[in-house]
């Protein structure tokens, strides 16, 4: 098995249901739910709340860039973090998938704030940087040339901060994995979804390489719970940096 060889099994042939042309509705509707419950209580939330709270201050007016918002569960925890501590946020979410994005709609309607765009991130244009960056279990739908574009990309994007989060590939994850989906979350699209993106992880090292081979200078790399990790850039948050794990 390529994973307990500790090797990525990338096809780039081979894709998510999430990301398919034509995914049912139904189906997508249910697997957007799993996976925003898998993201509040498995890592990919706490993740984006320790750094909010960092850079979010009272008082302050910032723009925030969401790429591959999937669900929006990640821009609504941005308004609601934002709400409570007394800042003001305004959040561009993007996606590629239509049918994603009319059910992330749906779901926002209690968030002004957030405006959704269906774009590529591969590809998109705006006319203007964003304060904060986000970029949250994305990073491996794609090949390894692709992922390095992405994060030059997003670098230049983000005028003051850039996170991505992300799995962490390994046999304890790959296990945790089949488990969370053999027993709690067994809808057929989770399921198959979830564990072609534990292989499809980069592992720690890489990932660490991936922000080195895109140009990112002084960045910060650590892991969190739960298989995840997370790559930053901080700029002009007058924060000090954390120590980047090994």
């Keep these: 098995m390529d994973l307990l060889r500790n090797r990525r099994k990338f096809d780039p042939d081979l894709l998510e249901?999430?990301?398919?042309?034509?995914?049912?509705?139904?189906?997508?509707?249910?697997?957007?739910?799993?996976?925003?419950?898998?993201?509040?209580?498995?890592?990919?939330h706490r993740i984006i709340r320790h750094f909010l709270n960092r850079w979010l201050k009272p008082g302050e007016t910032l723009t925030v860039l969401d790429a591959c918002t999937g669900f929006g569960d990640i821009p609504r925890l941005v308004v609601e973090r934002a709400r409570q501590r007394g800042s003001q946020v305004r959040v561009l979410a993007l996606d590629m998938q239509p049918a994603t994005l009319e059910i992330a709609r749906r779901r926002s309607t209690l968030f002004p704030e957030i405006s959704y765009v269906q774009a590529d991130i591969r590809s998109f244009q705006p006319g203007d940087r964003?304060?904060?960056?986000?970029?949250?279990?994305?990073?491996?739908?794609?090949?390894?040339?692709?992922?390095?574009?992405?994060l030059q990309r997003l670098s230049r994007l983000g005028e003051r901060a850039v996170l991505i989060s992300d799995l962490v590939r390994s046999v304890t994850g790959l296990l945790g994995v089949y488990l969370l989906t053999s027993t709690i979350f067994r809808d057929p699209m989770t399921k198959f979804d979830g564990r072609l993106s534990i292989r499809r992880a980069f592992s720690f090292a890489e990932m660490k390489r991936l922000a080195v081979e895109a140009?990112?200078?002084?960045?910060?790399?650590?892991?969190?719970?739960?298989?995840?990790?997370?790559?930053?850039?901080?700029?002009d948050f007058g924060v000090a940096a954390e120590i980047n794990s090994k």
């Design 130 to 150: 964003f304060d904060i960056v986000l970029c949250s279990l994305a990073l491996h739908h794609f090949a390894w040339r692709e992922a390095v574009e992405i």
């Design 17 to 44: 249901l999430m990301d398919r042309t034509d995914p049912s509705t139904p189906e997508l509707a249910r697997a957007l739910v799993n996976l925003q419950e898998l993201n509040r209580h498995f890592g990919s």
């Design 215 to 235: 140009g990112w200078e002084e960045f910060g790399h650590r892991r969190f719970l739960v298989s995840h990790q997370a790559l930053w850039l901080e700029r």
